[in-house]
């Protein structure tokens, strides 16, 4: 699955993450595959427990993966094992968790939050230097030099998630996970939070994994989007291709769920039930547009392009 002419920084081969007893395995990542390249936004959507948010983990090494290859600009960090590599990684590499209170240390200040990482990467070891660093942060995620003093519960909800941006900012990274970055926040909020992280992303040419399962803010934010059920990529393409020619019938029900502003559109949206069809070894990804990849059996997939 590969788009011409734009660099990769991340490729996923058949990424696997088990969790339990060997003989009876939760497959809650089952042998995906996906690139992301540079600049752009990847938004990775689906249902609750269908394995996005334990792909972003794996990802960034919370987890150490069952199987499959994770290589970040044209390294394998599976092979990552002396410390300073680790720390080169984890400096490329930032994460911005989706529950903005729970990620944020109640006995720290914003100010002791967002440096903590240059205390660990050996950075700016002037104090000056360094309130001068955490002040451009906080300004970058529209906050203000007082808030560096205050405590996580002095701040509203997105205020939490713009110190947690700040954090994620700290170490200048190539690449951000955003592992459900608004999901619990205010719909008034969200907007604001989703219009940082493009805003930054343009000053900064940062690129985002975006997970999440709103797929209309997904379409906002996303230049192309995987869609996500039981451990396995089904569809990704262009996030306009997703929106207005889905091709699997998850992705379909997925899309007629989302509710509309007008109330008499919203009046006459069917919603799609959808019904998992178990596949064969023989199932694998087809291409049915220009990086727009489907994942199926031949069959299946003759079926639902005819309901196209």
């Known amino acids: 699955m590969t788009k011409s002419g734009t660099k990769k920084i991340l490729e996923i081969k058949n990424l696997k993450q088990y969790f339990g007893s060997a003989g009876n395995p939760i497959k809650a990542v089952d042998g995906i595959s996906f690139d992301v390249y540079e600049g752009e936004t990847l938004g990775l959507v689906g249902e ?24 970040f600009d044209g390294e394998n960090i599976q092979g ?17 968790f989706q529950d903005p209170y729970a990620s944020l240390n109640p006995r720290m200040t914003a100010g002791e939050i967002i440096s903590e990482g240059f205390t660990i990467h050996g950075l700016y070891k002037d104090k000056k230097e360094r309130r001068e660093k955490v002040n451009q942060l906080l300004e970058a995620v529209g906050l203000n030099k007082e808030h560096a003093n205050r405590y996580a519960h002095e701040f509203s909800g997105g205020q939490r ?19 459900e970055p608004i999901s619990a926040l ?26 999440a ?5 997904v379409k906002y934010i996303s230049d192309r989007i995987a869609v996500m059920y039981r451990g396995k990529i089904m569809e990704i393409g262009k996030a306009d291709d997703i929106y207005n020619h889905p091709v699997h019938p998850y992705t379909k029900s997925l899309l007629s769920a989302i509710p509309l502003p007008d109330p008499m559109s919203e009046k006459r949206r069917q ?31 003759k079926t639902w392009v005819a309901d196209r």
């Open 48 to 71: 609750s427990g269908c394995g996005k948010s334990t792909t972003g983990r794996s990802i960034i090494r919370l987890y150490d993966i069952t199987d499959g290859e994770i290589i």
């Open 213 to 217: 399962h709103d797929l209309s803010m």
């Open 161 to 179: 998630q713009r110190i947690g941006i700040a954090r994620a900012l700290s170490l200048d990274p190539k690449f951000i996970i955003a592992d």
């Open 80 to 96: 990552k094992k002396s410390k300073n590599d680790l720390k080169k990684f984890n400096r490329e590499m930032q994460m911005i």
């Open 186 to 211: 205010d719909v008034s909020i969200q907007a604001q939070v989703v219009n940082l992280l493009k805003q930054i992303q343009k000053e900064r040419g940062l690129t985002y994994l975006f997970i």
């Open 271 to 301: 919603r799609i039930q959808y019904k998992h069809t178990e596949v064969d070894d023989s199932a694998s990804y087809h291409e049915v547009g220009e990086q727009h990849y489907v994942y199926g059996t031949a069959d299946l997939l």
